[in-house]
């Protein structure tokens, strides 16, 4: 990249970060993109003036209509719940209209019923569609649960088949509420108060303004003043304030937060600053000034800031503004963060009282890149530090069994993902390609192979190229950040393009015991992809992705040696080679096809095929010197262990499946002998003996005791992790019955085939 364009992005960023600066002092602002469902709520208010009932907001009105689709319906943006959540509150809105027309200004009533119904249509069609329980918005079932009880109280219905999953998730979030919490401090539930109009006091919950506002939520307020006895004038002068100065300025449309300083300052700032540019580079005078709004905010809210000032503080947000600070070689402790935010189980969550377990703290954005991107910069950063040796309490199961695995997944789906010339998100988005550019760069460090590292900076330049010829599209905001509704950020937009054009990564010493986390043995690398090579379909494959494919399998090992040795005993590392292969080969399928399965699944189908693998060996090594009397009884026990019932989930079986299943994870401690029936832990399940096998002298030889009682243990132990996974426990009855059968096919024929061996031999 030349000095003209690293010139040009410094001069960019430099812009960016003086805008911030100048409204760091001249108030409050935001550049969220507006949001038809604020809107629409917004609309709703009215105030009596001179003995007459007027609409507060005309323009917001006259916007949705504007903003209508021919469908009947309003944009979906990225996702369903979107139109879904925009048409259910502009129908609201246009049926209180349409009973209230006697409040001025006056509707088209003939205009407003034909839209009307083109509205109930859509929803109707989309209502059909709609998975309940997939929904990533905030507080969506409380929402639309709401917004469809407010509608039938206005005489519309609609039926569709998720209603009753719909009003169990409504009932399990509602039971949580309560008023008497809200009225004494303040909560998330600030946020959508038009969900609680019929539980809640509004006239009680005035002192929890910040801003003018409940909680920033143009939506919130509004329902706060349609259902308050006392007309409050602040939050009329803050929805006044937002349809001037928010994003739609003065069109009638509101964005569906406002104001969010905290949050686009400490975002931006960090973004710029992690992807190399400095405090000169970035105007030194504007990085003081947002310093000093950082500090005074953190210092007059003790330590915790939300994504405005005065706001109920959340984690992310405190902790983006820290790391600002830090990166502004500023002093920023994280005690009250950690204090207030995190849990006994060790897990932060964004919002204190919330009932579950944070990613980013809250990953609010629904980018599956831009989730690769915070695990490549988080864990990258984190074995920097494993590598210097202050980490070395984490448990091996999370550095060789977990971190590998999720880093060398990362970089291959990031490479794969389907895009055109750089471009990765279907729809050209500069925003998302910025995201693909940053995980790379994230990732680059570490010691990967040659091949790999040659495609990882090939996609960098690649991405590079496609977002300097689209830099006129840098500002344009895509909807992929998740608050009620999605929204997007023009700023935001802007400032990941910058970082990722900017070309910084950072190189490292790094220790041969780090190196050995993300590589694989030469010869055995070579084997692998020697033998992947010379598949069908795969000739054209470009090496680094069979290498990469390798390496992803290369890191379950650790975890399927784990999870087979609680299963069945081991043999000499000379009669596993082909060990390495088995979980490779199945990242190869998912990655030449693109299939992008989870690393659960992947995990648990190499586990599975070395546990059948093994067996082969076991039968072949071992169930073959047995008499022919020990067969019949083997043959006996396996139709036995086959036999048609359910799998037991809450005794020994269940027991059994959680110590696999913790092995399978790198949870559970693994033994590292040779195993015997006590350690593969059958003790319990079988009669067990303190004798040692004894390898009979030929194939008719009868065996010990002791012998036949441990192949009958190993057999045990198989089926039982066989039939007892997690995920076979929660398979249908038919599917159960099957893999039983299949199962029972798979070990008679074994016996079968060694009682034929046996005839042969005599």
Known sequence: MGPFILDRLDRQAQSLVQQLATECQNGDWGSTTVAIYDTAWVSMVSKVGGGQQTWLFPKCFQFLLDNQLPSGGWQSYSTRDDGLLHTLAALLAMRKHFNESNTRPHPNLSDLNARMLKAMQYLQVSLQHWVVDESLHNDSEILVEALLSMLESENIHFVFPGRQELEKLNARKMAKFDPEVLYRSPTTFLRSLEAFIDR????????????????????????????????????????????????????????????????????????????????????????????????????????????????????DDTAKALLTLTLSCKAAKPDQMIAHFKTEKGHFRTYPGETHASFSANCNNNSLQYSMMLLAEALTKLLVVWDKGLLNALPEAIIRGRIPVILIQVLNRTLLAPRAGGQWGSEGCPEITAYGILTLKALLPLPWPTSIQEAAISGIRAGQQLLDQSQNEWTKPTYIWVGKVTYGSPRLSEAYCLAAMKMSTTSYAWSDRLKSLVNIPEKLLSQIVQFFSTLQGLQSEPRWVLVASALEGYTFLWSVKSARSQVLPEQGEAQNEYLAHNPSTWSLINNHHRLFLSANVLLNTAVVTSYNFRMDEYMESTVVRLSNDDLKSIKSLIYDLCRAERPDRCGTEAKHSETVEKAIHGTNHLPTNEAGADELGTKGMEPQSNATDRVPTNAHEGCSVSALTRVRAVLSHYTRAMLNHPHVRGASTSDHSDLRNALRTFLLSHIAQIAENSSFAT
């Not at 259902?227 to 739609?248: H, M, N, P, T």
């Not at 569906?256 to 710029?272: K, R």
């Open 200 to 315: 809640i006091d509004c006239d009680r919950l005035g002192y929890h303004k910040a801003c003018g506002s409940m909680m920033a939520s143009p939506a919130s307020t509004a329902a706060y003043m349609i259902d308050s006895s006392i007309w409050d004038s602040e939050a009329e002068l803050y929805l006044r304030k937002v349809l001037r100065e928010g994003s739609g300025k003065g069109t009638g449309g509101v964005p569906g937060v406002f104001p969010i300083p905290i949050f686009e300052i400490s975002w931006i700032l960090s973004t710029l600053f992690q992807s190399g540019f400095s405090s000169e580079a970035l105007g030194k005078e504007n990085i003081d000034t947002i310093v000093v709004y950082l500090q005074y905010h953190l210092h007059h809210q003790h330590g915790l800031l939300g994504f405005a000032p005065s706001v109920l503080a959340d984690a």
